[in-house]
């Protein structure tokens, strides 16, 4: 078997998965099509169908250059077309959204950032809010203000146009619990609206522009009329909100069809996690969702919904929570039609899915896990769990996560339809439950370790039988519990043919266990730290621990020997597979370097470093020719197998240098002297280009010079190089010398740019100083000779 295992040599990044959204501004494009979202100080554009690589818009900032102009908030015109934004510097930036270049820039006047922008309804203006709690209205045209308006209290953070754009009125409100009016024209303060009693969250105009709908951080809702500024209703919701958008009568929202043509509808979403439609001249709730997949705020005042985003041509609500999940949802059914995972926080394991590990299970820092489909990275958010999800694992039939809710869960999912259903819970343990691991299809069981230092296995019936009366998920049965470890359990794996499982523990020790009543077989001693995870290898009776020692140790399990200890990570190796029939390893360390291994000769074939600290987690698919890892940098990166590529690419490499080694050969024995330095300069070979400088200077051939500058800058480079090579010789001093010569004159004509010339003449005066003295020595002894002659000749002519 292993002799038909082709062996790894070299993996490379083929798709990196970043965050695209980690807070801060949401807009939704009027095609729906795509979102515009704030990333670390840029804009990133990502499509609502395919997630791969989001478009950025701005200069992407990193961890050296702190000091770039970041993106503090932005705004997209009604058209779609066009993007502006405000920056660190004070500058304003308009965009083509299209194609992502910059079209005009203008300084601000604010004093302090900006914190909102918002174009007027027909995309000729743009109001700015700042911290220094004016607004101010600028024509992008001409990149003009036009006025400022001041009357708000601290920072500016909320700014609708009236929707009527004759009217010239634009509304806003700060951080006090008022709302204004202004004519942005005559720059007059026309109305102010007060009745909240905390700050103001939303404004929103009802469709016949008659009233306005405010919502505020003191849980109520208020109705006001526009023309009188007078609050009709006052609705107390019971929740902080922090969004709220008025939609059109005629439009049906969950099965419920907003009908009254007097009636103004409010969509509302706060703290609480779940959206409801108030029909506001009623006071009444028309529509409560049931179907919310987003986390409650933990405490009172926290976030849940931040942004609620309405499109009217696709009948879509979106909705923003705090942990930058993007979910769409179909307004007619309210069920969630795409969910979109902006920011993965620190991921702590993956597993794959399906039949071709299609799809991918990820759990991150959030008491929900994630499945992508991993062709177009659409996201599906798995409810269930009430605290962290901490550990993944899969069969073909089902997954299970552990959690720090101290319970495990039984999934089943349905690829088809790209739908995962909880089957079961297992509620025995007392503490966080840290790993889980599934068998294969041959005995149906799982096993778990937790904190409180029990290794417990569950059998998995085969069919499951819901509550008819509570409704509550049936619970998995724990067969055998044993106290396994004097420490933490960090991992559980269990052994390919569902007999053995293994467990490593931060006491520095990983044992083994009888599956059928998990009696000790063996207990492996030998690294100096905590053990971070075990694996069986796929085909020999051996088992693999990685440790907080920085080495990766390979067992035998018939006599519990340590076989090989390979070293080579400088910090903890947090995670090992096997791959290659058992031949090699992937392994990943907390300072970010992924290793490949070959287990024969216990050396490090690569060394992959793209992510930037702990990477926790990695899979590998059935075939390996792709591997994914993620960390504590929110990073999830997929790795593509090239060996054979870059095999292939060294052997093309060396049938193109035999044949252009031959072709040489020939013009050499042709005596085509200067078309031959051409490649041989190609080929980067300093001997050939020495030995047919050395023929033209023999035949005294002419177009050498002419040769050399119609060279291109790279071979006239390559040429120099090869000339200070020889020029070390004083065998070669004459050919080197006419070369140097004649590139020194084509850099002071400007036609040869060389880099570091500096360099490379320091490089070589010492050496043509050196001969310079040597041929002066020589010209002064030929002197000499000539003298001596010319006295000697007078007398023997005489002698004659």
């Known amino acids: 078997m292993n002799s038909k295992v082709k062996l790894k040599e070299v993996y490379e990044v083929q798709t990196q998965y970043k965050a695209f959204y980690t807070g801060g501004t949401v807009a939704w494009t009027p095609d729906g099509q795509q979102f515009l979202c704030l990333n670390n100080g840029t804009i990133s554009i990502v499509s609502v169908d395919n997630q791969q690589e989001p478009a950025t818009l ?139 009693f905390s700050r103001v969250t939303g404004v929103s105009f009802s469709t016949d522009r008659r009233f306005l709908v405010s919502s505020g951080r003191d849980k109520i809702l208020i109705l006001w009329n526009y023309n009188t500024q007078e ?6 919701v019971y929740e902080a909100l922090e ?76 909705i923003v929570s705090a942990d930058h999940n993007l979910l769409v949802h179909d307004c007619a059914s309210f069920e969630c039609v795409r969910q979109l995972a902006g920011f993965s926080d620190e991921i702590l394991d993956i597993v794959l899915l399906g039949k071709n590990d299609r799809y991918l299970a990820m759990a991150t ?41 101290n319970s495990i869960r ?9 739908t995962i259903k909880c089957l079961a819970v297992g509620l025995k343990h007392t503490s966080a439950v840290g790993s889980v691991a599934i068998s294969g299809l041959s005995a149906p069981f799982c096993a778990s370790v937790s904190q409180d230092r029990c290794l417990k296995t569950w059998k998995i019936p085969k069919r499951f039988e ?47 266990w009888d599956v059928s009543d998990l009696s000790v077989v063996g207990v492996l001693r ?50 090992v597979e096997f791959i290659s029939g058992g031949m090699q390893l992937l392994s990943a360390g907390a300072d970010g370097l992924l290793k490949l291994w070959s287990i024969k000769s216990s050396e490090c074939l690569q060394t992959m470093d793209k992510h930037e600290s702990r990477i926790w987690a990695l899979c590998v698919t059935r075939d390996e020719s792709t591997f994914f890892s993620g960390g504590s940098d929110s990073q999830l990166i997929k790795w593509h197998d090239v060996t054979e590529a870059k095999r292939e690419q060294a052997m093309n490499a060396r049938k193109e240098v035999l044949l252009q080694e031959q072709e040489l050969n020939n013009l050499l024995s042709e005596k085509k002297l200067l078309k031959a330095l051409r490649l041989s300069l190609n080929l980067d070979r300093p001997l050939s280009t020495l030995k047919i400088v050395n023929e033209v200077i023999k035949s005294q051939e002419t177009g050498l010079e002419e040769t050399i500058r119609k060279l291109s800058n790279d071979h006239k480079e390559t040429l ?51 001969h310079f003295k040597r041929l002066t020595e020589y010209m002064k002894d030929l002197k000499f000779v000539e003298y001596s002659l010319r006295c000697m000749q007078p007398h023997a002519s005489r002698t004659d």
């Open 58 to 196: 701005g200069e992407v900032q990193t961890d050296e250059e702190i000091s770039e102009d970041v993106i503090y908030t932005f705004a997209i015109a009604a058209t779609g077309n066009s993007v502006v934004s405000a920056h660190r510097s004070g500058l304003l930036k308009l965009w083509d959204r299209e194609t992502r270049q910059q079209l005009k820039m203008w300084k601000t006047i604010h004093q302090g950032p900006i914190a909102t922008l918002v174009f007027s309804p027909d995309d000729t203006l743009v109001a700015s809010g700042g911290s220094d709690t004016t607004i101010r209205v600028w024509d992008p045209s001409r990149q003009l203000c036009l006025g400022t308006l001041r009357g708000c209290t601290g920072v500016v953070n909320l700014i609708v146009f009236h929707p009527d754009a004759e009217s010239k009125t634009l509304v806003a409100a700060g951080d006090d619990e008022r709302i204004h009016a202004w004519n942005y024209e005559t720059r007059a303060r026309t109305k102010t609206f007060t009745g909240h």
């Open 231 to 236: 609050a009709i209703k006052t609705i107390p």
């Open 243 to 318: 969004t709220v958008t008025v939609l059109p009568f005629g439009v049906t929202v969950g099965g419920c069809k907003l009908s009254s043509e007097k009636g103004v509808y409010a969509a509302c979403g706060g703290e609480e996690g779940i959206i409801k439609v108030w029909e506001m001249t009623e006071a009444k709730i028309v529509y409560k969702q049931t179907n919310s997949l987003v986390t409650r705020a933990t405490e009172e005042g926290g976030l849940s919904i931040t942004h609620l985003l309405y499109s009217n041509p696709l009948g879509q609500m979106a």
């Open 365 to 405: 820092n959030s008491n929900d896990f994630k499945i992508y489909d991993t062709t177009t990275m659409n996201c599906q958010l798995v409810k269930g769990h009430t605290d962290i999800v901490l550990s993944l694992s899969a069969n073909q039939r089902y997954l299970v996560s552990s959690s720090k809710d």
């Open 410 to 418: 039984l999934w089943q999912f349905d690829e088809e339809h790209f």
């Open 466 to 512: 819901q509550g008819a009366d509570t409704g509550e998920l049936p619970r998995l049965q724990c067969n055998l519990t044993q106290l396994a470890h004097e420490k933490d359990i960090n991992c559980v794996c269990i052994a390919p043919n569902d007999r053995l499982l293994a467990t490593g523990s931060q006491d520095k020790t990983a044992k083994l």
């Open 526 to 575: 030998g690294h100096r730290r905590g053990i971070w995870a075990v694996r069986f290898s796929p085909v020999d009776q051996i088992l693999l621990t990685n440790a907080a020692d920085c080495s990766i140790k390979l067992w035998s399990l018939t006599d519990m020997s340590c076989l090989k200890t390979l070293e080579g990570h400088d910090s903890s190796v947090l995670r």
């Open 720 to 770: 120099l190089r090869h000339a200070i090579e020889w020029n070390t010789n004083s065998k070669n001093a004459r050919p080197a010398q006419l070369v140097l010569h004649t590139l020194l004159q084509e850099v002071l004509a400007g036609r040869f740019q060389v880099s570091e010339l500096n360099k490379h003449l320091e490089a070589s005066l010492p050496y043509t100083e050196r």
